[in-house]
């Protein structure tokens, strides 16, 4: 397990503080919670559930309609 340094200000390391203790976990762990979060590469499984949850939304060809065609693209 890595341990990391860092440097913060008295007002920073007590809103840290007063964070982590009203979720009741260490300083630690809520910093890790954070940067799992924040380096996350997937959508949380909250979003993946949301799919098909409106079934009275419009398709993506209803939405574009009337938009007109799409321009060719150069190619790279």
């Given at each position: 397990?890595?341990?990391?340094?860092?440097y913060?200000d008295?007002?920073?390391?007590?809103?840290?503080?007063?964070?982590?203790?009203?979720?009741?976990?260490?300083v630690?762990?809520?910093?890790?919670?954070?940067?799992?979060?924040?380096?996350?590469?997937?959508w949380?499984?909250?979003v993946?559930?949301?799919?098909?949850?409106?079934?009275?939304?419009?398709?993506?060809?209803v939405?574009?309609?009337?938009?007109?065609?799409d321009?060719?693209?150069?190619?790279?």
């Open positions: 397990m890595g341990q990391v340094t860092i913060l008295n007002e920073t390391e007590a809103r840290l503080k007063a964070s982590a203790k009203n979720r009741g976990v260490p630690s762990r809520w910093i890790a919670e954070l940067v799992r979060e924040r380096t996350a590469t997937e949380p499984e909250e993946h559930q949301l799919a098909g949850a409106w079934p009275d939304l419009a398709d993506v060809k939405l574009r309609s009337g938009q007109g065609e321009l060719p693209r150069e190619s790279f």
